[in-house]
């Protein structure tokens, strides 16, 4: 058994949201990797590509999630799956968001029209 905290070594800051790194193959966890990330009001995510199905927990808020040009609406309490290879972005609709997220470890992440895919920091 492993019980994994919140860190600063492991939380990522970007202009719109703080990314909490939880399980990971660094903390124990060899095939899954969470994290809760929080967002200001308004905040919102680049358009970007992950090679692995992610599923999104809204504890608090609520956010709007485009999908493969399709975008829905999910507020605390529910689960969204996010289907691997699909183009996402995901913003937050007036009022901050919390939100837990789980996927297979090992994922990338790239840019739509750029080379290359990198590791999601605050999953490995």
């Known amino acids: ?3 994994i905290n919140p860190s600063e070594d ?3 800051k970007t ?16 095939q899954v990797a ?3 990330v929080s967002v200001i009001d308004g905040g ?8 692995k199905d992610q599923i999104w927990m809204p504890i608090a808020g ?5 999908v493969d040009g399709e975008t829905e609406q999910i507020s605390a309490g529910q689960a969204l ?8 972005q995901f913003r937050s609709t007036g009022q901050p968001l919390e939100a837990l997220v789980a996927m297979q470890a090992g994922a990338l992440v790239s840019i739509p029209g750029t080379e290359g895919a990198n ?3 605050w999953a490995v």
Do not use: C
């Open 34 to 36: 969470t994290w809760k």
């Open 1 to 3: 058994m492993n019980i």
């Open 15 to 30: 202009a719109s949201a703080v990314m909490y790194g939880l399980a990971a193959p660094s903390q124990g966890s060899e």
């Open 44 to 51: 919102e995510s680049p358009v970007h590509v992950i090679d």
């Open 62 to 66: 609520s956010f709007e999630f485009t």
């Open 10 to 12: 492991r939380t990522i």
């Open 81 to 88: 799956v996010v289907p691997a290879g699909s183009v996402r």
């Open 119 to 121: 590791p999601i920091p």
